[in-house]
């Protein structure tokens, strides 16, 4: 005797795999680590309080 198949579960199944497997994809073309972000948010921070600290004040009005 053969066996049952629920074809809407094997659908189902398939498109788990696909969207995973796309997921993966993202995430090696798009994802950076935790690190990473810090890291670039602590460079970009130093950077602007350097441009900071090299700005000019305004005189005064005399």
């Known amino acids: 005797m053969a066996e049952i198949i629920n074809l809407r579960a094997v659908r189902k199944a ?5 969207a995973r497997a796309q ?3 993202n995430a090696v073309k798009f994802g ?7 890291l670039e948010a ?3 921070d130093k ?3 350097d441009l900071d600290g090299h700005a000019l004040s305004p005189k005064d009005p005399e």
């Open 47 to 49: 950077a602007k309080r």
């Open 42 to 44: 602590a460079r970009l």
């Open 32 to 38: 950076r680590r935790k690190g990473d972000k810090a």
């Open 23 to 25: 997921a993966d994809a």
């Open 14 to 18: 398939k498109e788990r795999l696909d």
